[in-house]
């Protein structure tokens, strides 16, 4: 169950991205965020960099631009 879980989801992530970058005609930069980032880019070809903080690192960005 838990082997069929991962690896569905290692097959969702890819296969979205799959779709977005056929869709836009891009090849953008696949950077994973949130805790479990990890968890899923050692085995996720599309994903390239790894940033379990990016999400706060933006909003503590936009804090300070707007202090």
């Known amino acids: 169950m838990k082997s069929g879980i991962y ?3 290692i ?6 991205i799959e779709k ?4 836009t005609k891009t090849n953008n930069i696949v950077i994973a ?3 479990l980032s990890n968890l899923f880019s ?5 994903i ?7 999400t706060v690192k933006g909003l503590m960005h936009i ?3 707007n202090i």
């Open 11 to 16: 097959s969702l992530i890819e296969g979205i």
């Open 20 to 23: 977005i970058k056929k869709e």
């Open 63 to 65: 804090f300070n631009i």
């Open 33 to 35: 965020t949130g805790g």
């Open 48 to 54: 390239e960099i790894v940033d379990e903080d990016l």
């Open 7 to 9: 690896w569905g989801y």
């Open 42 to 46: 050692k085995d996720c070809s599309a």
